[in-house]
């Protein structure tokens, strides 16, 4: 499958799933998280940098990139990512489709969550990316107080020599051009 080819496909999946979520609501009503950061305006229409499936909780992730961090990603410099990079991730339930069971597909949202890589405004928690979840359909803010973060970090902490980024972005083969 060409680049552009597995490209679109990536995208056309994750415009309906993202629709879904998304459609008629406003991102901009979306509460900041509670240690200040905002809802990512316009994430929906971010490209797509990989997938995972989570096996333990049965939930597939499409992973988003801003301009920033889609360059970033198509040139191999992740390690460390740069200033101004978002990294999103989308995650739904995952279930067997009804006509093909062997194939499994986005069923219930469950949450977007983000790191915003600053490495000055965010140097003081040792990792340089800020973090912030938004839980369900309705987007709740997700955390107790302004140490939200604490918790991603915790979790992140098996790559913090990645940058923190668990995320492997997806090769794409190029089509050489006959000259």
């Known amino acids: 499958m060409n680049r552009s080819l597995l490209g679109a496909s990536l995208g056309l999946l994750l415009h309906g799933a993202v629709t879904s979520v998304t459609a008629g609501d406003s991102q901009t009503n979306v509460p900041p998280s509670p240690n200040g950061i905002e809802f990512p305006a316009g994430y929906a229409d971010w490209r797509v940098i990989s997938i995972s499936d989570r096996t333990d909780n049965k939930t597939m992730r499409v992973i988003l990139g801003n301009e920033v961090a889609i360059e970033a990603a198509r040139s191999g410099r992740i390690n460390p990512w740069p200033d101004g990079s978002i990294l999103g991730k989308v995650v739904w339930k995952q279930a067997p489709k009804t006509k093909w069971p062997a194939a499994l597909a986005p069923d219930a949202f469950v ?36 140490h939200v973060a604490q918790e991603c970090i915790t979790c992140h902490t098996p790559v913090q020599g990645r940058d923190w980024v668990f995320t492997t972005p997806a090769l794409f083969p190029t089509v050489m051009s006959a000259h």
């Open 111 to 146: 949450h977007a969550e983000f790191i915003f890589k600053d490495s000055e405004k965010w140097a003081g928690n040792g990792t340089g990316w800020g973090w912030a979840r938004w839980k369900g359909v309705d987007q709740k803010p997700y955390g107790k107080d302004e």
